[in-house]
């Protein structure tokens, strides 16, 4: 085995294109000298350290270090190492405990609490209090910071109860509130974020404080981020992080990335691996791999605005066009799981409508519904994101389905800011994309059915629909949301409002000279989330 | 008396220029070689439906190495590479020809305009190098990615940042001519500009117009194999640099060196095929070079 790769490798490495990667690989960093740093400060280990360094491949530099701001994914990757949030999420999409410890809402809907750690501190020694978390709250609130003020429309106001409470005011019930904001905002210090005149304007480029297990202490412009334990994380099983440091190395892409971990450059890939890639590396004695379940999902949505495909039996010939299982098979390689055409998707097991069923591939179904509805010669266009590697794979596979169906597809891969752009203007017949975090059904789901949607590309205008999501977003518990939400599911499913297609199961890898990964869903979390990495050691 | 018949008898039985070059093409073997491999890929892109079918769909083997059912082996999506290969060299060869007939037509026109009116030369001479000044690749990517991904628009980049070359070849050729004394018999006699440009310019610069074609067409085939691979190829159609593309997206490039050696070889014998080509013609064309041969 290892005989026949060493001859693909070299095979390889004759072609002209690889010698282009080997070339821009030439230009990541030497291994990283401790002592030579000169702005390196080491807040860490007093016991001389011997955890060892965990190098993490990545394929964008930090564009944002203000977590409030920043919202790329290494961005993220990097700041939730020192900015905690109060919840995370378990393997069955549901939101569990990480700073905060208990919430709740009041009976009217109208107030909500939070009950946080009393055993956190800042980095350099400041305790962190619920004073920081009505800080952040506020100035996401007063700035419209990031995704976050989006999901806090219900919010009014917030006080510090105690160190370790915080009570929220709401303007109306909203059970997906304290859910949005325990996961999604990162709590920042006021002690340091407080001192900038305004919290949108504040680069937090140097001298970071972490309440995280690692902080960053030395950043090289697209070649390396490099995090340094901090002493104490309370989250970690031993009191603090087990490693001495964390880098993040910047590479071309993924090609390259997969090099460098065979080579040992680097231990883990940050990004997730493409099918064909992952079926390779899972063969590999010398690697592990994790496979983690996306939040969201895979689909395409019809453009309601436009004739035809006004009529829900258009659309649907359209969805019982396409052969999902060949797709999911072939092109995904068997990483993905069917989401029975549903948008409750079967990896948030509190939600999942057990009774959905998939669109079935029938090409003389859909001959028939065209019949039906009268359309002759149906000539559409498909637009997706060329660089996306498993959409511009199934685009393919979905135009050549259609055509047996009698539709013909036009393939129109964009590039990524003339793709964001169409789809804004909602400009395009059909639209191939996937969602990467749906995780509150009760208020994201507006965003995508309500009217005037931030990202209803679809078009989708139908009372009921608003109905169902008015009911769903004020039930305060689970049990009382998933009648409306799965009355609504069902809805979209009938009228194809979004073809869900299936749900990725993302595959990342790592060497196996480490041990104690805790992968979590999602591409983001993955195995780099703060509680993965903080628990991550060398194997014996 | 006798002495001038003999010279005359000598005269009438000079072959042809175009014959002569022939000859003296035919003598030299790697130019032959490499006019047989274009010929065979212009035959390959035009018989590419006897040859193999269609790749669409996908396949049961995903990735699998050269083998007696897949020549080339499969990609990503378990489809025959040898199919792609050929159906590639369609579009490869379309885009080539497509956008080095543009190219030729705009930069002859250009440079034998600038050569033969002098009022025009300064004004097209700037524009020319303006034009050559500009980076070349950024403006390509920049246009192809604005105005989507389509055949035609590949045709139309390649050839709007191609002319200038062949123009500024053209006119150096060109400019020469336009001080022979039988163009300025032509004009003497009244002829008017367009006899003289048709009958007496382009000819003496067909020449250099034959060897920019196919030099044009090969840079134009890498053009496209360029854009494709960064993604700005025409999604409907094979083509070498959509090969290649599927290739590093679908991250098989470090795996499966088949994804991308075959069409990385076929670039490679067109393009070499064309060098030698014009090379061999040039050569067999120049008096100079030909002379040790034909005595």
């Known amino acids: 085995m290892s005989t026949t790769r060493g001859l693909r490798r070299r095979v390889a490495l004759g072609a002209a294109v690889a010698l282009t990667l080997a070339g821009l690989a030439a230009c990541v960093p030497s291994e990283p000298d401790g002592a030579s740093g000169g702005e390196s400060e080491d807040p860490g280990r007093s016991d001389g350290g011997s955890g060892g360094e965990l190098a993490i491949g990545t394929t964008a530099d930090v564009v944002n270090f203000n977590p409030l701001v920043g919202n790329s ?96 005011t709401l303007s109306r019930p909203d059970g997906a509130f304290l ?48 995090l340094e334990a901090v002493d104490t994380y309370p989250l970690a099983e031993d009191g603090r992080a087990a490693l001495d440091r964390v880098v993040f190395r910047v590479y071309p892409d993924v090609n390259t990335e997969v090099l460098a971990l065979r080579s040992g450059e680097i231990d883990l890939i940050g990004n997730a691996l493409p099918p064909s890639v992952a079926r390779d590396i899972e063969g590999d004695e010398e690697l592990q791999t994790f496979s983690v379940p996306s939040l969201g999902w895979a689909h395409m949505q019809y453009n309601m605005r436009r004739s035809p495909l006004d009529r829900v039996e258009v659309r649907r010939a359209l969805a019982h066009a396409v052969d999902y299982e060949a797709i999911r098979e072939v092109v995904l390689g068997g990483n993905a799981v069917s989401a029975n055409s549903s948008v409750l998707t079967p990896t948030f097991k509190q939600w999942v409508d057990e009774t959905a069923e998939e669109y079935e591939y029938d090409p003389e179904l859909s001959r028939e519904l065209l019949a039906q509805a009268g359309v002759e010669n149906l000539e559409l266009e498909m637009i997706y994101d060329a660089g996306d590697p498993n959409i511009s794979s199934w685009a393919e596979l979905v135009r050549d389905q259609a055509a047996e169906a009698g539709i013909t597809i036009t393939l129109a891969g964009l590039e990524r800011n003339t793709y964001l752009a ?6 395009f017949d059909i639209y191939a994309g996937s969602w990467a975090i749906i995780d509150e059904p009760q208020s994201n789901f507006s965003l995508l059915f309500a009217p005037e949607g931030f990202i209803n590309y679809a078009g989708v205008n139908d009372p009921e629909i608003d109905r169902l999501l008015a009911e769903a977003s004020s039930a305060l518990t689970v049990e009382d949301a998933r009648g409306p939400l799965h009355e609504l599911a069902r809805i979209v499913t009938e009228q194809v409002y979004d073809n869900v297609m299936y749900v990725e199961q993302f595959t990342f890898a790592a060497s196996n000279e480490w041990t104690g990964f805790q992968p979590k869903p999602s591409e983001l979390l993955s195995v780099v989330n703060p509680q993965s990495l903080a628990s991550v050691r060398a194997a014996d | ?8 008898t000598a005269v009438a039985a000079e072959p042809t220029p175009a014959s002569r070059t022939w000859r003296a093409f035919r003598h030299n073997p790697l130019g032959l070689v490499a006019a047989g491999l274009l010929v065979l890929l212009l035959l390959v892109a035009v018989a590419a439906p006897l040859i193999a079918d269609y790749p669409r769909g996908y396949g049961d083997d995903v990735l699998a190495g050269p083998s007696a059912a897949h020549w080339f082996g499969t990609d990503h999506l378990g489809r025959d590479i040898f199919a792609q290969v050929v159906w590639g060299t369609r579009t490869s060869m379309a885009v080539g020809l497509g956008a080095s007939a543009l190219a030729i037509v705009l930069g002859v026109a250009v440079g034998v305009g600038g050569a033969y009116f002098k009022r025009l030369d300064g004004l097209l001479g700037l524009f020319v190098d303006v034009m050559l000044s500009l980076p070349v690749l950024p403006l390509m990517i920049l246009v192809a990615a604005l105005a989507g991904p389509s055949v035609t628009t590949l045709v139309l980049v390649i050839a709007v940042f191609s002319w200038p070359e062949v123009a500024r070849v053209v006119r150096s050729q060109a400019l020469p001519i336009v001080t022979l004394s039988y163009v300025d018999a032509a004009h003497v006699m009244g002829a008017p500009n367009r006899w003289v440009l048709l009958r007496h310019v382009l000819p003496a610069v067909s020449p250099v117009i034959a060897v920019s074609v196919v030099v044009t067409a090969s840079r134009a085939v890498l053009s496209e194999a360029g854009l494709a691979f960064l993604g700005l190829g025409d999604p409907s159609s094979w083509s070498w640099g959509t090969i290649l593309y599927n290739a590093q997206r679908s991250g098989a490039l470090s795996s499966s060196w088949w994804t991308a050696f075959f069409p990385s070889l076929a670039v490679l014998l067109l393009v070499v095929a064309a060098t030698l080509v014009a090379l061999a013609y040039n050569d067999a064309r120049n008096p100079r070079t030909r002379q040790d041969r034909s005595r």
């Open chain 1, 73 to 168: 994914r290494t961005d993220s990757w990097v700041t939730n190492l020192m900015y905690p949030a109060m919840m995370t999420i378990d393997d069955d999409g549901t939101k569990v405990p990480a700073l905060a410890t208990e919430w709740g809402y009041g009976e009217d809907g109208l107030s909500a609490w939070i009950e946080i750690r009393d055993d956190m501190e800042w980095s350099d020694g400041e305790p962190l209090t619920a004073e920081d978390v009505v800080f952040t709250i506020d100035a996401v609130k007063a700035e419209q910071l990031g995704t976050v003020a989006g999901m806090i429309s219900a919010y009014e106001s917030a006080t510090a109860a105690s160190d370790t409470r915080i009570e929220f």
């Open chain 1, 422 to 427: 169409r789809t804004n203007e909602r400009d």
């Open chain 2, 1 to 8: 008396m006798s002495g001038l018949s003999e010279e005359l």
């Open chain 1, 179 to 226: 859910n949005s904001i325990g996961f999604w905002m990162p709590i920042v210090p006021e002690h340091v974020f407080g001192q900038a005149p305004s919290v949108a304007d504040f680069a937090n480029d140097s001298d970071w404080v972490s309440a995280g297990p690692f902080v960053l202490t030395r950043v090289e412009r697209g070649q390396r981020y490099v």
